[in-house]
């Protein structure tokens, strides 16, 4: 009889789920009864066991989960499946066979250390089974009995005990792995908040650098500008001491603008105003190529999207100051510019077949690497250059990233 498996208690093993006890009951008794003809009464006693033992175990196959896990209960039915089987190892020896269902029954059934008792009790169960029937004394018997009670006690219970052990290191696995995904993600949200942190840090000194810069020229040069224009003022009626004033103070206005277009554009590249990083870097690539007359081919790797506008403009401004210093000093006849799209980071690679340099020797003639190690450095970056005379120059900028917002 197929029992159904949605009502099995959980850890239920396949074989009690299929109707293998059922199956197994009923090929002994297919077995012994034919053996049993020439005495009635066995084989009615047989039939009337198995049906008891048959019925017994369906009572509890179909019984709902939560009263098959309550102890009394799971107790009261494998002891009476223990009692069942013994009854049917004493007419024939047979029925041992029996035993490996008692012994999953309290395996699924009780808990640990019941499961040691209700294995116990199936071993004497299949000690009486192994000795039915053999010939020779009451002493020899006795021994007999008592020796393969000791082997069926030894080998069962060491294999509930292992099974348990077993088990044991599989729960503690488990709850280690759970403990390991919850650190891996409270790392995951900790890395995405240190990120942000760092981004937040790089806004504040960017714009402490703003204030300097606004302060140290703007601010600089309309005060000059004031003080030149009340000097004119002054010197009305002296038309040469006027326009050299005058003049003055346009020049200082004219420089004033320079500086405040230079710091606008500094606040964001106008490339990347019209598309992402990949097209800006293209842009970029194209008109340096035609101003020095030097090829560069320009490679994007990975799935292109958004990101911070922080990390855009430090990896722009990287591969501006690169291929400037290209130009300035490598004489080389190609160059290649790439941009790679991770899980969590963007890395652009600027390489050129130039002269070389040596990247221990201090920096010499305005390469740039300081100021690009300081912006890559400001958003948790690395800066990587690898140069030798005569082999070229490979610059690779690598930032972290947070998902940038839709309107950013």
């Not at 009626?237 to 006027?242: A, E, K, L």
Request: charged letters at 20%; a negative charge.
């Amino acid at each position: 009889m197929k029992v159904r498996l949605e009502r099995l208690p959980r850890g239920w093993p396949p074989s009690l789920a299929v109707g293998v006890p059922y199956a197994l009951l009923a090929i002994i008794a297919a077995i012994t009864i034919p053996h049993k003809f020439h005495h009635v009464f066995a084989v009615v006693v047989i039939l009337s066991l198995c049906g008891l033992t048959a019925a017994w175990m369906l009572v509890m196959d179909t019984l709902p989960s939560p009263w098959r896990r309550r102890a009394p209960y799971s107790a009261v039915f494998v002891g009476g499946l223990i009692v069942f089987t013994a009854l049917l190892g004493i007419v024939d020896g047979w029925f041992g066979f029996f035993c490996a269902v008692c012994v999953g029954y309290s395996r699924v059934l009780l808990r640990w250390p019941w499961q040691l008792a209700g294995t116990a009790g199936t071993a004497v169960v299949a000690a009486i089974t192994q000795v039915e029937g053999a010939q020779g004394s009451t002493l020899f018997r006795v021994t007999i009995f008592v020796f393969a009670l000791a082997i069926d006690e030894l080998l069962l219970c060491s294999l509930i005990w292992l099974m348990h052990v077993r088990e044991e290191q599989v729960a503690r696995l488990n709850a280690a792995n759970r403990r390991l995904e919850a650190t891996i993600a409270e790392n995951d949200d900790l890395h995405q908040s240190l990120l942000v942190q760092a981004r937040e840090a790089g806004v504040l000194d960017e714009r402490g650098r703003m204030a300097r810069e606004i302060h140290d020229t703007l601010a600089q040069g309309l005060t000059g500008i004031v003080t030149q224009l009340q000097a004119a003022e002054q010197a009305a009626d002296d038309p040469q001491r006027w326009r050299r004033h005058v003049t003055a103070a346009m020049r200082l206005a004219r420089e004033g603008l320079t500086e405040a277009r230079r710091s606008v554009e500094a606040l964001r590249p106008e490339p990347l105003e019209t598309g992402r990083l990949s097209e800006a870097l293209a842009d970029v690539a194209e008109r340096w190529s035609g101003l020095n007359g030097i090829p560069v081919h320009v490679t994007t790797t990975g799935t292109v999207r958004p990101i911070q506008p922080e990390a855009e403009f430090a990896l722009l401004r990287a591969a501006q100051e690169a291929l400037a210093n290209v130009a300035r000093h490598a004489h080389a006849t190609r160059v290649g510019l790439t941009v790679s799209y991770m899980e969590n980071e963007v890395a652009l690679d600027v390489r050129d077949d130039g002269v070389g340099f040596d990247p221990d020797l201090p920096e010499q003639g305005g390469f740039g690497l300081v100021a690009m190690r300081q912006r890559i450095a400001a958003l948790s970056g690395t800066l990587q250059v690898e140069s030798e005379s005569g082999a070229g120059t490979a610059i690779s900028a690598c930032v972290p990233t947070v998902p940038a917002l839709a309107n950013s």
